[in-house]
């Protein structure tokens, strides 16, 4: 199993009975403990509700230790789970540390969690997975630096060996770990680099990851060139991929399309190296290359990150072979390779948290900021996403701070980081997302960034906006043609925010307003109610929604000539309706709705 190392687990707390036992299992594991407020007296985080704060660590891929009942636990991700190759696990803890239950992702991680606390607590591990009870394997989850080169069979390996009462043994690697699984005809497992053609149900082969690839191409070389290649050279060595470690390249080509295609279809990381590491390999070149080092500072690339990453142990097993446009070679180390030089690419991922409340976060989004090493945004942004920001390295800016935010967070992906720029709604809606762009398409000349932040990978998440928010507590105000205009004027000229309300006027759209006023900036919504109102009925709807989806939220409404600025501020959306918006008179109160025409259907369905 590929473990992120910036998730890690959170051990929850709910009673003051499990207290203690909650803090000694987060010792253990190096983990933060949540706890229930006003049930325990000290933890890292606070939260209310057990079910919830369960169910969004669970969808944010955080492994969870609960101190708890296993009940708890399981009724909280219960509604989530779907895939049982990709979900976090989930161990329960019985209050006095006696019991340690591995209730989900047995194989990605919590049967090895639940050992390791156990061990520590002298407790027992109350392991029900049937290979590690009978066999005392996992065949679908071999320890870090082996790899199941067919995971496919390992249900019917596992069926066969239960039936059997054990496996054969074969290979030419040491295998310590598969030495105790019990002896019995039926089911081979074979411990080899080399590729094997007879694989099945009755037939695993683990491959220990011995094997570091070095690889370098031309700008916009093929995928398809560089991965022919690659596979021709397996091919003529007899190896199987699964052998590979990772892809290792000089960090110019971080962003390579082909060279980060191979890496994801390989499944193995891709790990940069700078020109000087890869330089201080040239003793150990088979093909050192002036004409290569005049152009990128180091005598070989392939071979020197394969080299680089497997370290002073490792030696060339197959030197440089080429085509019109990619290099690769190959080195070989002794031992299966656990850890990894180099560094990453780097990657910033663009997130929107909605306007608040975590259960209007996206679970992509929540996944995102828990992989995260950094978060980096406005202080209160953070803020809100509660208990997954905290042990965090966080990077807090101001209001007013944009550029410095986005630069910053760019700059750090750059030096292969992991981070997460956070915004409030939807980071494409009037956010940072299109600054970084922006400051992307710049070159170092144009005051744009650095060449190692250009290179990094950035994701953009979509979020729940402000206006989605406001209009789903309204009712359906936005069922017809709409828009968005923010009034802010700092970075926009008047005249042009001016022209725009005219153009809306007159379209007769529904309109949400972003920044409808600040502490200096007081006119302009009073100007755009003018103007609206010289298109539209004077009793047309106008939503206000301050501080959605937080304690404090406000909704009200008022008519369009009974706007007043003073009761907006910069955290209200205005959302004012078109000429065929309306209120319904409910019995719990009124809702908003802008009709899209199916009332001229049901009217001539009742005609007819």
């Known amino acids: 199993m590929a473990v992120n190392p910036s998730v890690r687990p959170v051990v929850l707390a709910l009673s003051r009975s499990g207290e203690g036992t909650a803090h000694r299992v987060a010792a253990v594991?190096?983990?933060?403990?949540?706890?229930?407020?006003?049930r325990v007296e000290k933890a890292d985080a606070w939260f209310a509700n057990a079910l919830d704060h369960a169910r969004d660590l669970f969808a944010a891929g955080v492994p969870v230790v609960g101190v708890c009942a296993s009940g708890i636990l399981i009724r909280a991700v219960a509604?989530?789970?779907?895939?049982?190759?990709?979900?976090?696990?989930?161990?329960?803890?019985?209050?006095?540390?006696?019991?340690?239950?591995?209730?989900?992702?047995?194989?990605?991680?919590?049967?090895?969690?639940?050992?390791?606390?156990?061990?520590?607590?002298?407790?027992?591990?109350?392991?029900?997975?049937?290979?590690?009870?009978?066999?005392?394997?996992?065949?679908?989850?071999?320890?870090?630096?082996?790899?199941?080169?067919?995971?496919?069979?390992?249900?019917?390996?596992?069926?066969?060996?239960?039936?059997?009462?054990?496996?054969?043994?074969?290979?030419?690697?040491p295998a310590p770990w598969l030495t105790d699984v019990p002896k019995a005809e039926g089911v081979m497992l074979t411990a080899s680099m080399e590729r094997h053609a007879t694989l099945g149900g009755d037939h695993l082969q683990f491959a220990p990851m011995r094997v570091t690839l070095g690889v370098g191409c031309a700008r916009d070389c093929a995928p398809e060139e560089l991965a022919t290649l690659v596979a021709e050279v397996l091919d003529a060595a007899g190896l199987a991929p699964e052998a590979i470690h990772s892809v290792n390249t000089i960090t110019l080509k971080a962003d390579e399309p082909a060279i980060i295609d191979l890496a994801a279809d390989l499944g193995v990381p891709l790990r940069l190296f700078e020109a000087a590491a890869l330089e201080a390999e040239t003793p150990r070149l088979a093909n050192p290359s002036d004409v290569v080092f005049s152009e990128v500072g180091t005598h070989?690339?392939?071979?020197?990150?394969?080299?680089?990453?497997?370290g002073k142990d490792a030696t060339l097993l197959v030197a440089k072979r080429k085509t019109a446009n990619a290099t690769c070679a190959l080195a070989v180390v002794p031992e299966p390779l656990v850890e990894m030089q180099g560094r990453s690419r780097g990657r910033l991922s663009v997130v929107g948290i909605g306007p608040?409340?975590?259960?209007?976060?996206?679970?992509?989004?929540?996944?995102?900021?828990?992989?995260?090493?950094?978060?980096?945004?406005?202080?209160?942004?953070?803020?809100?996403?509660?208990?997954?920001?905290?042990?965090?390295?966080?990077s807090d800016f101001p209001l007013g701070g944009e550029e410095d935010r986005c630069r910053y967070a760019l700059e750090q992906a750059g030096k292969g980081k992991d981070v997460a720029l956070v915004c409030s709604g939807d980071a494409g809606i009037y956010a940072m997302g299109a600054l970084v762009f922006e400051l992307l398409d710049r070159g170092p000349d144009q005051m744009g960034v650095s060449d190692a932040a250009r290179r990094v990978e950035v994701v953009c998440s979509p979020g729940v906006s402000a206006l989605q928010g406001a209009a789903a507590r309204a009712g359906a105000p936005l069922g017809h043609d709409f828009c968005a205009i923010s009034l802010s004027d700092l970075l926009t000229p008047r005249e042009d925010i001016v022209k725009r309300l005219k153009a809306a006027a007159e379209g007769d759209f529904v309109i949400a307003?972003?920044?409808?006023?600040?502490?200096?900036?007081?006119?302009?919504?009073?100007e755009a109610r003018d103007i609206l109102l010289q298109h539209r009925p004077a009793d047309t709807p106008v939503m206000l929604a301050s501080s959605l989806g937080r304690p404090e939220e406000y909704i009200r409404y008022r008519r369009l000539d009974a706007l007043e600025v003073d009761e907006v501020d910069m955290l209200t959306v205005v959302l004012i309706g078109s000429s065929h918006s309306r209120l319904a008179q409910l019995g719990t109160g009124p809702r908003m709705f802008t009709p899209r025409g199916y009332a001229r259907k049901i009217d001539g369905d009742l005609a007819g």
């Open 29 to 38: 594991l190096g983990a933060q403990v949540h706890g229930r407020e006003g």
């Open 79 to 173: 509604p989530l789970l779907a895939d049982k190759t990709s979900e976090p696990p989930v161990i329960s803890v019985s209050d006095d540390g006696a019991v340690v239950v591995p209730l989900l992702g047995g194989h990605r991680g919590a049967n090895r969690l639940a050992a390791e606390i156990a061990t520590a607590l002298e407790a027992v591990s109350a392991v029900t997975t049937a290979g590690d009870v009978a066999m005392g394997v996992a065949l679908d989850a071999p320890p870090a630096g082996w790899r199941l080169v067919n995971p496919q069979d390992a249900k019917d390996a596992m069926a066969g060996m239960l039936s059997a009462g054990g496996a054969t043994l074969a290979g030419d690697e």
């Open 300 to 310: 070989g690339v392939s071979e020197a990150a394969a080299l680089a990453q497997g």
């Open 356 to 394: 608040g409340q975590a259960s209007w976060r996206t679970p992509e989004v929540s996944k995102l900021v828990s992989e995260a090493e950094e978060l980096v945004g406005y202080g209160l942004y953070i803020d809100l996403l509660g208990p997954l920001a905290v042990g965090k390295e966080r």
């Open 513 to 526: 307003f972003y920044n409808p006023v600040s502490m200096r900036r007081r006119t302009l919504l009073a």
